[in-house]
């Protein structure tokens, strides 16, 4: 990772030199997700849960929010969608849950969470490496959906969730796909899959058949590109914090 310039550092409600402190506001950490001793609600289960992400720094997520967003505010966004997510994910059953970030971690990561550094190389790769990490089933999610919630995965996270399937298949509105799970981690399976092009989702769902699997869908979802992505998203979830932050910005004026 290179130096951010001082232009690109975020300064605001999320902490010093452009990057989150503390993503969950006033509160140190999502309470209502963990147990005593700070141990996730989630209980065990036999998947990997991965959550591949960036760190929210201005000028390095969300840039096709802008405009009509700034970069600090689209970054705001990141945080917060950033912060759904992993509360969501605290609360799944899982055998580990995984952060693959770019970037670096802080106090905005919750406990419960193991934190890996992305590889180099385009997104196939990264993700690529990501599955090639991992020892057994695995159920990989991205940072654009903070819609998701435990009722929408449980399909792909019950205990029967690998009988008879050899990947669960979440597709994105645009084309391309917001999860993804392999029963057996195969990196072959997801190096080469050209990224963010719409027929992204075709393409990975045609390599997992073409390899043999059988493939089970989850529901579409639409992710955050654009600002109309993020009325929508937050829309159809309007109590967490990525609609709340939306509702700030959009609220005060600014747009």
């Given at each position: 990772?290179?130096?951010?310039?001082?232009?690109?550092?975020?300064?605001?409600?999320?902490?010093?030199?452009?990057?989150?402190?503390n993503v969950y506001g006033d509160e140190a950490r999502p309470t209502d997700a963990y147990r005593d001793g700070g141990r996730p609600t989630g209980a065990s289960g036999p998947t990997e849960l991965l959550v591949i992400a960036k760190e929210p720094v201005a000028g390095r997520v969300k840039t096709r929010l802008c405009p009509p967003f700034s970069p600090v505010e689209a970054a705001e966004l990141a945080a917060a969608a950033l912060a759904d997510t992993l509360e969501t994910v605290l609360t799944l059953p899982a055998r580990r849950r995984v952060l693959v970030l770019e970037g670096r971690p802080g106090p905005w990561v919750p406990p419960g969470?193991?934190?890996?550094?992305?590889?180099a190389g385009?997104?196939?790769?990264?993700?690529?490496?990501?599955?090639?990490?991992?020892?057994?089933?695995?159920?990989?999610?991205?940072?654009?959906?903070?819609q998701i919630t435990a009722a929408l995965l449980a399909p792909a996270l019950a205990p029967d969730a690998w009988d008879g399937a050899g990947a669960w298949f979440g597709p994105a509105e645009d084309g391309g796909f917001w999860a993804l799970g392999l029963a057996e981690p195969d990196p072959a399976l997801v190096r080469g899959v050209p990224m963010s092009v719409p027929e992204t989702g075709a393409v990975q769902r045609r390599r997992l058949v073409d390899a043999g699997l059988a493939v089970r869908d989850l529901p579409v979802l639409v992710d955050v590109d654009t600002a109309a992505d993020a009325h929508r998203v937050a829309s159809a979830a309007p109590g967490g914090r990525f609609a709340a932050a939306l509702g700030r910005l959009t609220g005060a004026g600014v747009r």
């Open positions: 990772m290179s130096a951010y310039g001082d232009e690109g550092r975020w300064k605001g409600p999320y902490g010093e030199e452009g990057r989150p402190a969470f193991e934190v890996v550094p992305q590889s385009g997104l196939d790769e990264r993700l690529a490496a990501a599955f090639g990490g991992c020892t057994g089933p695995a159920l990989l999610v991205g940072m654009d959906t903070p």
